[in-house]
């Protein structure tokens, strides 16, 4: 446990679980990161007129290039609900666009399709669609029989008064924590983890990332 990381073992691959929420395949030179969910400020003020600080893409970005700063990655993998809807997309200002286009063609980026994302493959910046990539482990949104790495159900674990974005690592599944500022989290005791997190371990994010057995 170090604030660089926790390397940790999974399908027999060595990943590195970052306190920022994000995964690292050093023997891949591979980013992963999950639920970036772009553009949730503004869908929010368009569909509930409800009025949130229009800072999360700005926010996420920072992170996000932080992250392939201190890494150098020669792929980015992004693990689906990457946008809050089609609609978002389009509202995403320039700027913040020339930053997505300037990191998608700098590095092998692919972009792994979620529920919220919008099913035409046509981007205004680089990278290339995927329903899923890979094979042992599978890299994909929502998990399927494995093993495979996925997102979407943004685990967090309430632990001392917090909640901490935290990575789920059973024998199958390796569930990621969301990467997006405004994403929520769904607690590890919510009854979608209930029947196949019954032997596992939850991977906190903090200030570094800690070990603590699953609920």
Known sequence: MTPEGFAFSFSETGFV???SGALYWPQKRTLVV???HLGKSTRYARQRHILLPPY???ETLNRLEREISLLSPETVISLGDSFDD???ISEIGAPHLARLD???RQHDWIWITGNHDPNSQALPFGGVVRHDVGTRPIFRHIKGDGPDVSGHLHPVYPLAGRRFRSFVVTDHHLIMPAFGSYTGGLSLSD????G???SGRA???GEAVFEVPLP
């Open 17 to 19: 679980a970052r306190p």
């Open 34 to 36: 999950s639920d970036l």
């Open 56 to 58: 999360e893409i700005e």
């Open 86 to 88: 089609h609609t978002a």
């Open 102 to 104: 300037r990191l998608t």
């Open 191 to 194: 009854p979608a983890f209930q």
């Open 196 to 198: 196949w997190t019954s």
């Open 203 to 205: 991977l906190l994010c």
